[in-house]
């Protein structure tokens, strides 16, 4: 388990000044209004493997897919710190025939090579830049007339 870099990463998030709490196998941090998921796992080949998941709030039915992907896969051209991604949403009460629904997320994966102080900078660094990065693509082509269309 990697409760320890995991401790590690939060206490060094908080002391930076970001609202972190811990979640069930992760953590939540908090930047303005947005929330990013933080989860941590040990690389076998040494250092530590941060995962990062933004959600948008923004929800695509299935038969909008094909326009969803073209415009998500123009948009992910433009990111240096992430990727969007497509998640199906699963509700117990959704009839069988139902058409499916997938979130819009933003993921991004880091590799630290240790949890010096140097690697923890560039992780907080990574993360304020996903989190503005992802947001500004989406707002901006929500907002913008075009792009995605659900």
Do not use: C, K
Request: proline content about 5%.
């Amino acid at each position: 388990m990697t409760a320890p870099e995991l401790q590690r990463i939060m206490r060094a998030l908080s002391e930076s000044g970001l609202t972190v709490e811990a979640v069930e196998d992760g953590a939540l941090v908090r930047h303005g209004e947005s929330r990013v998921a933080l989860f941590v796992e040990p690389d076998p080949q040494g250092g530590v493997i941060v995962r990062l998941h933004l959600d948008l709030d923004l929800y695509v039915e299935e038969d909008s897919l094909p326009d969803i992907l073209m415009g998500m896969n123009l948009m992910n051209q433009g990111l240096d710190y992430g990727a969007l991604n497509l998640d199906p949403v699963e509700e117990e009460d959704t009839p069988e025939d139902a058409p499916l629904t997938f979130a819009v997320l933003g993921r991004a994966v880091l590799w630290l090579r240790d949890l010096g102080p140097e690697e923890l900078a560039r992780l907080r660094e990574h993360l304020r830049r996903f989190e503005a990065e992802v947001t500004e693509a989406v707002e901006r082509t929500l907002h913008g007339g075009g792009g995605i269309r659900a």
